[in-house]
């Protein structure tokens, strides 16, 4: 900005104005001024650093000059190192070339001290040492051989001789080889089977010598298995063991494999390391051999044992029953035994303790056959941790896996386990409809024979099933114990509760009905009826105790499936856990049945009986004045007959009734007498004397009930004393204390709507109606 | 600023979303595969029924059994394939049979309630046919299947159902027929096998779907089909046993009844005795 801007700038108006702007611009000339001096000062120091600049310019120069020199020295340095560092790469190819070489040369040595030794040995049959020479020939790299041959142009002939005759030697040695290995089978000297079993693998033949080897002891185990086979009965007789004599005879077939396999597998490793897929090659063969010998073994149990037959008849006779009824419970058991033809002659059936003994041999084969699987995959797994390369191990396994699933063995004992499912399940069921229709009852005993001997037999079944080492068989044993129990069990037991519980005379149109009848039919039925009524409490009992044992087998049977299987995959489980889930249902059902028993005694027995009693509490006034209170206590009172009568009903009940049975029946009896009392009590009317009488009876009454069970039936009482205590009110101002539920914490809520209170209040005959309306409830 | 931004962009609170399975999450009944074709929903809608949505309101909730699906039929009519493309949605195209039975176990949710789905895979071979039988009792459902390419594997449907209806003697289960394999046909013979498979269905008061596992048609439907009506019946049930417990206090009433009215009979028996006792 110039000066004249600023002038023109800046308001030169005053005299003042214009002294002051004067004023500044003499200070900024002074500031100006200093700048200058200050920049002059400096001056001499700025030339002598310029100087010195161009002073040090001359000296960069030459630096420059230097490095570009140091530059090409390392560049040439570079070049030279890469130049030698090629020489010794070259140097190190040549050594490689050199080492390569030399063992070529030892090969054509070996070549030569091969073909030499080779046609010696083999003239003199030493065959190791023959097959040692070839596997060393065998070791080397044929490619190479071919081409050093045509490399060493004039000696081609002494080494091309050496391969020849070598080659010629193997093929020799391997047809020789074998040809010794057959006479050696055929002469069955098994020294030198294996001797040269041993030495296939020298040859490269380890396929062949895997297939010649096990096709040898296939053999020998075929005639073995044979001639025992042909033994089993007498060898069984001379063991006493003629129940299991083709289980065992299966046992020993199947030890046999496993035999071969654990005494050749160390041999296998040791010769034939290098092959990894030989045992399992082994393995396979021997597999196919097995499964010829158990056919023929199952042929022979099938038709000593009668299988097909017997099947055949468990069938029919399944089917004749299914076909025979829809009512299962009462026609099966008169149908025991036997069972009538359409025709109408009526044939044996099959009789359960027959098929027992062949059950238990079926058993045995199906574990001995899941145990031998489960060896061969564990000598398996040994084998190829040790030996197999990692990556090859699952291709294995899964080899296996895939030759067990698709073995004959496999596929028969599949079949095998279905006749067992089959005739287990006719043993159950037969043996169980036995046990029903056998039932005897002893005095003394609360429930009869029939429940422990079912569930023997059931548990007996599921062990059984256990032991075959299937799990799909044991939940299928467990599923038809499952049917069985719903089915034929339950059945029987409802039965005679379907009946009905005869009352006893009590009840005094039955009484004269039962009297018109005998005298009808001439003959007396109170010793029947007994009969009938004992037995309809003997299977309440029963069914309550089923409940109790279902549970125990429920439990136990969990806990011997988790002993048997310890090793389960998830579906497995959930497989078991779904069959044990169809055992708990049938507890519903067994409870729902005992519920059902209870409904008939309380309608046949407890009803009848209490209305006459509780008729009688009609008789008595509750309007009393002191003198007839007095005489009234003085008495027998209501509740003192009334308890007298129950404890007969009751004592009647408690030596036959089963704990828990009886419990419910004390349970059943405090509902009905509570609601038939309540009847009665709305049918009379109370004074305040006669509220105190009822008071004091409900509470004797109640303190009875409590008394005769374990149970709490003090809950079921509790309405009838809340309506005791309302009609013992002094006044009906008292109500409010008891009322609201702050004022008094020892009683429990009210059971009563207010309706129902005022209702009861009415009953008394001192208190108003109005009094009554009034009350804020 | 950025993360002012930031703070801007979270503004809008992510809504909490729960992730359902749409395949096994239900709030309507699936539909029928054709409503011709159904004997098991003539009287309901295309919908739960209202009793049943009603009674799920109430508080208390209802205790479920898992249903039990079983499936029966041929062998190599591919009932592990369809319960494998459901459960697993995966296809294997190399047959492998099944020994005894499978297993698997599906949950699913309708209409909030939680629901399992059994499933009973059976072997069809005939060496099977006693281990697979054992499984039949208590069946929910039955699964008969049959391959659309082999007529005469529709014509032993008929066996299989009959000897699976021979296990379930109390409680009717509610039947399925499922054809397989539809993609291997072509447009004419689908409709043709289809009309076929309608009638037997029919005969067998089965409701009929055709399904394949290799290309997931229908698969997935089917099986929410069967839950969902499943899941209705199972209500129900539990809807007649309320009922019942009801009508028991009812009838220990009547029978109350039925006790006086015996009294009034033996009165009057009493006259004619008294009559006969003056006759003697």
Request: one cysteine or more; charged letters at 25%; a neutral charge.
């Amino acid at each position: 900005m110039s000066v004249v801007d600023q002038l023109s700038a800046l308001d030169l108006g005053t005299n003042g104005q214009v002294d002051e702007t004067l004023q500044r611009i003499a200070e900024e000339e002074a500031k100006v001024n200093e700048k200058l001096e200050a920049l002059l000062a400096k001056q001499c120091q700025i030339e002598s650093k310029m100087s010195g600049i161009g002073r040090s310019l001359t000296l960069l120069h030459t630096v420059d000059s230097d490095s570009s020199k140091l530059n090409a020295q390392i560049v040439n340095t570079a070049q030279l190192a890469e130049s030698v560092s090629a020489k010794v790469r070259r140097l190190d190819l040549a050594r490689c070339r050199a080492s390569e070489c030399q063992q070529r040369v030892h090969d054509l040595i070996d070549l030569h001290l091969c073909s030499q030794g080779v046609i010696k040995a083999i003239g003199e049959e030493d065959y190791e040492k023959s097959a040692m020479h070839i596997a060393r020939f065998l070791a080397m790299d044929q490619q190479l051989l071919r081409r050093t041959a045509d490399d060493v142009q004039g000696s081609i002939t002494s080494v091309s001789d050496a391969v020849k005759t070598l080659e010629d030697a193997t093929e020799k040695t391997r047809v020789l080889i074998a040809k010794r290995f057959d006479e050696a089978v055929k002469s069955d000297d098994l020294a030198s089977v294996e001797r040269f079993f041993k030495i296939f693998p020298l040859i490269g033949c380890h396929r062949i010598g895997i297939e010649k080897f096990s096709t040898y002891i296939c053999q020998k185990l075929a005639s073995k298995a044979q001639k025992e086979l042909r033994n089993a009965q007498d060898i069984a007789k001379a063991e006493s063991r003629l129940q299991l004599a083709y289980a065992d005879r299966l046992t020993a077939i199947l030890e046999n494999f496993a035999r071969v396999v654990e005494v050749n597998q160390p041999i296998i490793e040791a010769f034939y390391g290098q092959a990894s897929a030989s045992l399992i090659d082994m393995v396979a063969i021997l597999q196919h051999e097995c499964d010829a010998e158990v056919k023929n073994l199952l042929m022979e149990f099938n038709k000593n044992r009668q299988i097909q037959y017997r099947s055949k008849q468990v069938n029919e006779s399944t089917q004749k029953s299914a076909a025979g009824g829809g009512s299962v419970g009462s026609n099966s058991i008169q149908a025991l035994g036997h069972y009538r033809k359409p025709s109408g002659g009526s044939v044996d059936k099959l009789n359960p303790k027959e098929i027992d003994a062949i059950i238990a041999e079926i058993t045995v084969m199906h574990a001995r056959v899941e145990l031998y699987f489960r060896f061969m995959r564990r000598r398996l797994q040994v084998h190829i941790e040790t030996c197999v390369p990692e990556k090859e191990q699952m291709e294995i396994m899964e080899r296996y896996e895939k030759i067990m699933k698709n073995s004959d063995l496999r596929r028969q004992m599949q079949e095998i386990l279905s006749t067992y499912l089959l005739l287990e399940r006719y043993f159950m069921e037969e043996s169980v409809l036995k046990a029903i229709g056998l039932d005897a009852y002893e005095p003394g005993q609360q429930c009869s024979s029939m429940v422990d001997d079912v569930f023997f037999i059931l548990r007996k079944s599921i062990r059984r099933a256990l032991t075959t080492q299937s799990i799909n068989g044991t939940c299928a044993v467990i599923n038809n114990v499952a049917a069985c129990l719903d089915g034929d069990f339950v059945a029987a037991l409802k039965a005679p509760l379907k009946n009905g519980y005869p009352s006893g005379y009590i009840d005094l149109a039955q009484a004269y009905n039962a009297i018109q009848t005998t005298l009808q039919q001439g003959k007396l039925h109170s010793s029947d009826a007994d009969r009938v009524r004992g037995n309809f409490l003997v299977q309440l009992n029963n069914a309550d105790i089923s409940t109790e044992y279902i549970e125990t087998l429920w439990q136990t049977m969990e806990q011997e499936i988790a002993g048997t299987f310890p090793q389960t995959s998830p579906v497995e489980r959930q497989l078991l856990d779904s069959c044990l889930t169809e055992l708990k249902a049938v507890r519903d059902t067994l409870k729902a049945t005992v519920d059902f028993g209870m409904q008939q005694l309380r309608s046949s027995v407890i009803k009848p009986r209490l209305n006459p009693w509780i008729n009688q509490f009609l008789n008595y006034s509750h309007n009393l004045n002191e003198e007839e209170l007095a005489a009234y206590e003085a008495g027998e009172t209501f509740v003192q007959f009334f308890i007298v009568q129950l404890d007969g009903l009751l004592n009647s009940f408690k030596s036959s009734l089963s704990p828990r049975n009886y419990d419910a029946l004390v349970s059943i009896l405090a509902t009905e007498v509570t609601i038939q009392l309540e009847r009665a009590i709305k049918k009379i009317s109370f004074n305040r004397l006669g509220g105190l009488v009822l008071d004091q009876e409900v509470r004797a009454l109640g303190s009875y009930l409590t008394g005769a069970t374990s149970w709490s039936v003090r809950d079921k009482m509790t309405r009838i004393s809340q309506i005791a205590t309302l009609l013992n009110l002094d006044k009906i101002s008292e109500l409010s204390e008891y009322w609201s539920p702050e004022n008094n914490k020892e009683m429990s809520t009210w059971h009563l709507t207010p309706n129902e209170v005022r209702t009861f209040l009415t009953l008394r005959s001192d208190f108003r109606i109005e009094d009554i309306k009034r009350l804020q409830l | 600023m950025p993360h002012l931004l930031r703070q801007n962009l979270l503004l809008p609170a992510p809504p909490t979303v729960v992730m359902h399975d749409p395949r096994t999450h239900l709030r309507h009944l699936p539909p029928a595969y054709s409503p011709a074709q159904t004997p098991l929903s003539r009287d309901r809608e295309r919908d739960f029924a209202p009793q049943v949505r009603y009674h799920l309101e109430l508080p208390r909730r209802p205790k479920l059994r898992p249903c039990k699906v079983i499936f029966v039929g041929d062998c190599s009519v591919g009932k592990t394939a369809i319960v494998n493309r459901f459960c697993f949605d995966k296809f294997q195209s190399n047959y492998k049979a099944t020994i005894g039975v499978d297993f698997e176990l599906e949950n699913f949710s309708i209409l909030g309630h939680n629901y399992g789905l059994e499933m009973w895979d059976t072997a069809g071979q005939e060496r099977f046919k006693c281990i697979a039988g054992a499984y039949y009792r208590n069946a929910s459902v039955i699964v008969v299947t049959f391959d659309m390419t082999k007529r005469e594997t529709l014509e032993s449907a008929k066996k299989w159902l009959n000897s699976a209806l021979n296990y379930n003697t109390g409680q009717k289960p509610l039947i399925f027929l499922a054809g397989t394999k539809a993609d291997l046909l072509t447009k004419e013979e689908f409709v043709r096998m289809e009309r076929v498979a309608g009638l037997a269905a029919s005969e067998m008061q089965a409701e009929y779907w055709s399904v394949s596992a290799r290309s997931g048609f229908k698969v997935t439907e089917l099986f929410q089909r069967i839950a969902g009506l499943a899941f209705e019946e199972a209500i129900k049930q539990e809807i007649k046993y309320h009922k019942g417990t009801a009508q028991e206090k009812g009838k220990t009433d009547t029978s109350a009844k039925s006790q006086t009215f015996d009294l009034r009979n033996f009165i009057s028996s009493r006259f004619a005795r008294q009559k006969s006792g003056c006759a003697c």
